[in-house]
């Protein structure tokens, strides 16, 4: 079975610049994670979909980020414009449905705001 | 809300010694409960979880953790510490609404000495 897949793997980018990240989660998984790991800290939930429908955003901070699961399957998340503070990996994560089902995370996206 | 408090950012014991890594989290309700496990430019792998049941959890690779409500406490442990081992623990607690969203602790860093 393929697991989540993401990239790109790593991403450099200046400030004020705009970067976007793919996730393909795992075939048949309805709900899909977006997690913001800043070093030395644990992930922290931006988003979550069930299907192609936001479950919850409340930590999504709106003015800059955004993110699309058009057709409930894969997904996009987008910072535009980056400040400095974004600097994190961005893991991507599915599971079967939204309940405590295990999530199975992807290898994440490493991103460097210069 | 609900939160999770790992005491101690790194851990450091020997091959062959007692592997214990702690957390507690503060809840309202008794909580789902889940220890991950991320190596290196890796995503976030499963170890165990407790939802109801029995309190004493036995996960992959030899790990196990037992839910104490009295102590709202859900401590991870291995009898004997293996070099592979080394890596970040992440402790987390789900929220008991319709996300069921995964809180993370900040993480322990496991060293494995020869």
């Known amino acids: 079975e393929a697991g989540v897949a993401q990239s790109p793997r790593y991403k450099i980018i200046e400030k004020r610049q705009s970067v976007a990240f793919w996730c393909n989660p795992i075939?048949?998984?309805?709900?899909l994670y977006w997690y913001q790991q800043i070093l030395g800290q644990g992930p922290k939930l931006l988003i979550q979909?069930?299907?192609?429908?936001?479950?919850?955003d409340s930590q999504l901070p709106k003015d800059r980020f955004s993110a699309e699961r058009l057709k409930g399957v894969d997904s996009t998340l987008k910072i535009q414009p980056a400040k400095l503070e974004d600097s994190a990996v961005y893991l991507c994560?599915?599971?079967?449905?939204?309940?405590?089902?295990?999530?199975?995370f992807g290898p994440g996206t490493r991103l460097t705001v210069l | 809300a609900q939160s999770v408090t790992q005491l101690g950012s790194h851990v450091s014991v020997s091959e062959g010694a007692l592997v214990l890594l702690r957390c507690n989290y503060s809840?309202?309700?008794?909580?789902?409960l889940f220890w991950y496990v991320q190596y290196p430019n890796q995503g976030l792998q499963l170890l165990l979880k407790?939802?109801?049941?029995?309190?004493l959890v036995k996960g992959i690779n030899g790990f196990e953790a037992e839910f104490k409500k009295s102590e709202t406490s859900f401590h991870l442990t291995k009898p004997s510490a293996h070099m592979s081992d080394a890596a970040e623990y992440f402790c987390?607690?789900?929220?008991?609404?319709?996300?069921?969203?995964?809180?993370f602790g900040s993480g322990t860093r496991l060293l494995v000495r020869p």
């Open positions: 994560a599915s599971s079967i449905s939204g309940t405590y089902n295990e999530q199975f």
């Open positions: 075939s048949g998984h309805a709900t």
């Open positions: 979909f069930q299907n192609n429908g936001v479950v919850d």
């Open positions: 809840s309202s309700v008794p909580p789902y």
């Open positions: 407790y939802t109801t049941g029995a309190t």
């Open positions: 987390a607690v789900s929220e008991m609404d319709s996300s069921y969203k995964l809180i």
